[in-house]
Nanobody
Framework: QVQLVESGGGLVQAGGSLSLSCAAS????????MGWFRQAPGKEREFVAA???????YYADSVKVRFTISRDNAKNTLYLQMNTLKAQDTAVYYC????????????????WGQGTQVTVSS
């Protein structure tokens, strides 16, 4: 059974930082792209960042420079370092895996975590 479990969310003041992790189990994703998406209340789930199996990265314009995605294939774990957080970053953050390449499309990812809440107070 494949599981993606996010952790690291919480409440932080604007300008602060948080680090998210996503631990995968049940299969290895070292040959696949992984990504982070987020969904704010009343809005659709949107792309945040993605990383290829080899470490190439791609970011949404809204988080570029502030967020850093990384992965440790040996640990089958995905990370998202979020700096200079803004109130508009408040959302449930989801880990996704299983895309053959970096993609901003939800439907390209076969596996999803349950999400972790990030709340940024202004």
């Amino acid at each position: 059974q494949v599981q993606l479990v996010e952790s690291g969310g919480g409440l932080v003041q604007a300008g602060g930082s948080l680090s998210l992790s996503c631990a995968a189990s049940g299969r290895t994703f070292s040959s696949y792209a992984m990504g982070w998406f987020r969904q704010a209340p009343g809005k659709e789930r949107e792309f945040v960042a993605a990383i290829s199996w080899s470490g190439d990265t791609y970011y949404a314009d809204s988080v570029k420079v502030r967020f850093t995605i990384s992965r440790d294939n040996a640990k089958n774990t995905l990370y998202l370092q979020m700096n200079t957080l803004k109130a508009q970053d408040t959302a449930v953050y989801y880990c996704a895996a299983g895309s053959p390449r970096i993609s901003v499309r939800l439907h390209d990812y076969n596996y999803w975590g349950q999400g972790t809440q990030v709340t940024v107070s202004s």
